[in-house]
């Protein structure tokens, strides 16, 4: 059993365990999608009969090239005719290819003329394709910068700067890539509009709350249910409305009269044979977090992994409830490690140093448990995709001793958390966690350990 020694080498030990072993998108491809008696076998659907024994891949997002080596592993290269899968530039070493499948890197978090030309390059791919092909999409989080087509009378810097404005505003994933969805030609299901096959095979790695498919890199293959009304909402009420320039306002305002056509509703995308499937998704990883702590003598407890918000002021709510457990009024004794998951936001004013929410939601939560006098305790906030904001860390842990210790080296945390500078102040005190790119993409994980005393 655990109960001494280094809190820190543990858990970042244990992060690592469970992005490398556990949360691997290559093998979770591998173990759903199979091909028998030239048939696709997906759980949950019909058998999908593959004309010509071999199919079209498509990819995009931060896990995609893992996907691809999963896919291939499945079902064998032979079977695979072709296809384009894009990758964020300088997240790893990719080659050119995977035998017929060509890899092109993109940028993120933004999009720029490289997502241009991507979107481009699969718009062209797919509307060549002939109606009797079967084309498996491999979805993953950071999709929607990678692959990017403004709709007619929009400019790729329109689509740029209507997204930063959103991300320094503090708009959640969901609102983000509501809006995303009307300004794009090619998401909201407008990529399967130009599909001119009609069987799709959608295998996600969920990077949203609730892991709604649909929102996953702005669900290019899939149906959307909002509209343009709902996109102009979200601009008005995050206080954006005003700063877009007249093209955005004015082409959103043409949507909103029908003028425009809108995402691809759920009743057209009823023409086409389809099989979606979440491979991984936040629950995986506090489940894994679970499963090996509880093996090293902590007693586990998952809390949610809806956690939402501005990410200082869920760290305050979460250290109230660990302070909770931490007084006994759970009724649990130590050693136990509470686990929760999902994406904060951060609504980003004034100063700007170098962090990420989830170093923000760590320093809040540290500085709240001060203030509640909290005993003995560490916490990992990451990101299981390995960045975390502007910094080079995944996230960053705290304990007890931190708001002292920082003190004690000249570091104001107050400050550091105002000025969103909070990897300044991590990383000073060795307590940034920096794995760099995984590979995957499921969301943030907070993990409180509290060992025996």
């Known amino acids: 059993m655990y109960f001494y020694g ?8 244990v992060f690592h365990e469970v992005l490398v072993e556990d949360l691997d998108p290559k093998s ?16 949950g659907y019909e058998p999908i009969p593959v004309p010509e ?3 079209h891949v498509i990819g995009f997002g931060k896990a995609a090239y893992k996907m691809l080596l999963g896919l291939v592993d499945s079902i064998g290269l032979e ?14 070493d990719y080659p050119a290819s995977v035998g017929p499948v060509r890899i092109l890197e993109s940028s993120h978090p933004l999009p720029d003329e490289s997502s241009l030309k991507a979107g481009l390059e699969l718009l062209d791919y797919v509307s060549k394709l002939d109606a009797s092909s079967v084309v498996v999409a491999l979805v993953s989080g950071g999709g929607s910068s990678l692959v990017e087509v403004p709709e007619d009378g929009l400019e790729l810097e329109d689509v740029v700067e209507a997204t930063r404005l959103l991300m320094e505003a503090g708009a959640s994933i969901h609102e983000l890539n509501i809006v995303r969805k009307h300004l794009s030609a090619i998401k909201g299901g407008k990529l399967l509009r130009r599909m001119r096959a009609r069987t799709i095979v959608n295998l996600v790695v969920s990077d949203v709350v609730g892991d709604d498919p649909t929102m996953v890199a702005s ?8 509209t343009f009304s709902d996109a102009r909402r979200v601009l008005v009420s995050r206080g954006v409305w005003s700063r877009l320039g007249d093209r955005v306002r004015g082409f959103i305002e043409a949507g909103c009269r029908g003028e425009v056509p809108g995402t691809l509703s759920p009743s057209e995308a009823s023409n086409y044979i389809m099989a979606t499937r979440i491979i991984l998704r936040n629950r995986d990883a506090l489940e894994s977090f679970a499963r090996r702590l509880s093996g090293i003598g902590f007693q586990p407890f998952i809390l949610t992994d809806m956690v939402q918000g501005e990410a200082r002021e869920a760290g305050k709510l979460l250290a109230g409830v660990m302070a909770s457990a931490l007084r006994g009024h759970w009724g649990i004794e130590r050693p ?11 609504t980003l004013s004034g100063e700007r140093g170098v962090g990420g929410r989830c170093q923000e939601l760590c320093l809040s939560m540290a500085l709240t448990l001060k203030e509640l006098k909290a005993d003995e305790y560490y916490v990992l906030c990451a990101g299981t995709d390995g960045i975390d904001g502007n910094s080079p860390a995944a996230g960053a842990i705290a304990d007890h001793k931190l708001v002292d210790e920082a003190y004690s080296a000249g570091l104001d945390p107050y400050k550091h958390l105002e000025k969103h500078d909070t990897f300044t102040l991590f990383f000073k005190l060795k307590r940034s966690v920096i794995t760099g790119p995984t ?10 350990v509290a060992p025996r005393l």
């Open 439 to 448: 590979g995957t993409n499921v969301n943030d994980v907070v993990v409180f």
């Open 53 to 55: 024994k071999c199919v």
């Open 336 to 346: 136990f490690t509470v686990i929760a998951g999902g994406e904060t936001t951060v």
């Open 79 to 92: 079977r695979v005719c072709g296809g384009l899968i894009v990758v964020p530039r300088g997240y790893g």
């Open 28 to 43: 979770r491809v591998s173990k759903t999608i199979r091909l028998k008696d030239d048939k696709l076998v997906v759980p």
């Open 219 to 226: 669900g290019p293959t899939l149906p959307d249910e909002h």
């Open 6 to 13: 280094d809190c820190y080498v543990m858990l970042v030990r």
